[in-house]
């Protein structure tokens, strides 16, 4: 009889037969019994219709795992057989896995873009909008690529007042999603009017950073409208779907941000040409509307009424002047029996008069004092008037006069005889 084994010596020799025959294995089947643990390693089963086997990828591997693994899949792992001594299982010991008929960045890719867009990252509603003159823009890309050059082409033909301030970030390789995420929460700071983060074309690998769940983070996150610019065209990334635009390539972006300063000049030109049209149009209708009102103002103003008062008073004037005219005549005509009418009442008249002049001389002589002259008689007058001395009464001024004297005197006194 051979010598006894224990069971530790028995585990030991088939885990060095196991561990040597099968040093590298792909095997293909669908996962179940997925367990991460809190030291990051992963536990799984993977099985077919008739058996099963169970697995393990450890920390290291499993970071550098595209996708997650998740229940049901189909994925096939790269490994080794090995012997879990302390129980007597054998296990597979994952380098790397990928799903079954396709990359494993293809369906890291989907299962992302799936997550984020359960949350609420590709929302239409929640997207920004840009300026459309903005005054600066924040570059995030690398500074030594391509990409930046073509951007601060673009943008010195398109509209040189922007102002361009680079934040020089790694766009490929390990780190680079995490310095991408800062550097559009440091962009994010500067309240600046857009952001642009991008890099040129490459392969799947190389622009993976913008896959990123963290990029992916940090854009959501950001207050200033941003502009995704990776790759070519054909690259779509999870950046572009989570950016408020998506731009085909990096001088794309600064295209569709910034106007064109010759397009600018050119609608200003027809905007000042139709401008002056405009104008000269309605000065035109200004100058035909000033004409009529001139012609209304002659006809309705005060000038255009004086003229026609004073033309009413000249022939107002000329009636009057041919009615005067006319009554001359008329009165000539009749004036003339009038004249000799009153030639005779005239010669009638002063014989009349004359007669009574002579009548009232011959009275006058015969009452005149100079034929009174009796001694001791004068005529009283009183204001040129003869009086009776019953008219005179105390105080009473008189004159006293005869042919040839007049005598002034007063009434001191009134003796009744």
């Not at 299962?111 to 003159?133: I, N, T, V, W």
Request: charged share 25%; net charge neutral; aromatic share 6%.
């Amino acid at each position: 009889m051979g010598s006894t084994l224990s069971v530790s010596g028995l585990n030991e020799q088939i885990k060095t037969l196991l561990e040597t025959t099968f040093e590298f294995v792909s095997v293909e089947g669908e996962l179940s019994r997925i367990t991460h643990h809190n030291s990051g390693h992963i536990y799984f089963t993977l099985k077919d219709a008739d058996s099963s086997i169970k697995c393990v990828m450890f920390r290291g591997n499993a970071a550098r795992l595209k996708f997650a693994l998740t229940e049901g899949a189909h994925v096939v792992i790269h490994g080794a057989l090995s012997l879990y001594k302390p129980r007597g299982e054998y296990q597979i010991n994952c380098v790397s896995a990928e799903p079954y008929g396709q990359g494993a960045l293809a369906v890291a890719f989907e299962q992302l873009k799936k997550k984020l867009e359960e949350k609420g990252y590709f929302d239409p509603a929640r997207k920004k909008s840009f300026p459309k003159y903005p005054q600066t823009i924040v570059l995030v890309t690398s500074a030594t690529g391509a990409a930046l050059q073509d951007m601060q082409r673009v943008a010195s033909q398109r509209w040189p007042l922007v102002k361009l301030i680079v934040i020089d970030v790694l766009v490929q390789g390990t780190m680079a999603a995490g310095l991408i995420a800062d550097g559009l929460r440091y962009a994010d700071s500067l309240n600046v009017d857009a952001i642009i983060v991008g890099r040129g074309g490459g392969s799947i690998e190389d622009l993976w950073a913008f896959n990123e769940e963290v990029v992916a983070d940090a854009l959501y996150a950001l207050k200033t409208p941003v502009v995704s610019a990776v790759g070519h065209e054909i690259d779509w990334v999870i950046s572009d779907y989570v950016a408020d635009m998506r731009a085909p390539t990096p001088s794309a972006a600064m295209q569709m941000l910034l106007p064109d300063q010759n397009e600018l000049m050119q609608s200003i030109d027809e905007m000042r040409y139709g401008a002056y049209g405009m104008i000269m149009q309605r000065l035109e209708r200004k100058r035909e509307q000033l004409l009529s009102m001139q012609e209304a103002f002659k006809r309705h103003g005060v000038e255009h009424r004086l003229e026609i008062q004073r033309q009413q008073i000249k022939e107002l004037r000329e009636r009057l002047n041919g009615q005067i005219v006319v009554n001359l005549q008329r009165s000539s005509r009749d004036l003339l029996p009038l004249r000799e009418r009153l030639g005779e009442y005239a010669q009638s008249t002063l014989r009349r008069k004359s007669s009574m002049l002579a009548q009232l001389m011959e009275a006058f002589e015969a009452q005149h004092p100079k034929h009174k002259n009796k001694r001791g008689f004068a005529q009283v007058t009183r204001d040129g008037k003869v009086i009776d001395l019953d008219e005179l009464f105390v105080g009473d001024a008189f004159e006293a006069m005869n042919d040839h004297r007049s005598v002034r005197s007063k009434v001191i006194e009134i003796i009744l005889v």
